[in-house]
């Protein structure tokens, strides 16, 4: 499958499967899954045709790993970035002791005032390395990185979850658990 192929089928999976289920009629499950069957032939419905081995290929091939088949391949979901309301059935993890985030600059200054919020996602999403944060903060302009004290923020009592690709998930982080990094 050519890249741009690719791309498009993600960010038609992306918006169907994380924000408007019901534009193309299917619903979500508890943990966010739905039928493979059901979702290709949605799409079909909605003149946007996707075959099983499309499917596959974009989960496998996905840079950031934002779907996931279950362990009959008969489900698939978005693994986090939600804006419907769903139970995603994340289970608390105790999280490593230091996790980042990315933005871009324009943000700093009311991130440090109001810290990380979830705005209209399930959760503020973290990574293990620099590297991610800083690539997902080029995409909203010139990048700046946040260091978090998970740990710390762990011993307060905060709940982290780890999504089936590694990003790490909570509910809100305070500035008090923040380092700006640029």
Known sequence: MNPSRLVKISKYLSKHLRHQ????????????????EELLAACKKHSFR?????????VAKNDKKRFSFDSTGTRIR?????????????????????????TGHR???S???????????????????????????????RPVVFA??????????????CSDNGIWLVDWVSPEYLAVYI
Not at 21 to 36: D, E, F, K, N, S
Not at 148 to 161: E, P, R
């Open 78 to 102: 978005a693994n986090q970035g939600h804006t419907v309301k769903v139970d995603l059935q994340l289970e608390v993890v105790v999280p490593p002791d230091v996790l980042y985030h990315g």
């Open 148 to 161: 978090i004290d998970a740990a710390a923020m762990h011993n307060a009592g905060h709940s982290f979850y």
């Open 107 to 109: 943000a700093v200054e």
């Open 50 to 58: 996707i075959s099983r081995a499309d499917l596959d290929q974009v």
């Open 21 to 36: 289920p019901q534009r193309i009629g299917i619903t979500l499950a508890p943990g966010g899954w739905v039928g493979v």
């Open 111 to 141: 991130i440090l005032r109001q810290g990380l919020c979830k705005m209209s996602r399930h959760h503020v999403h973290l990574s293990t390395d620099m590297a991610t944060a800083r690539k997902v903060g080029a995409r909203h302009g």
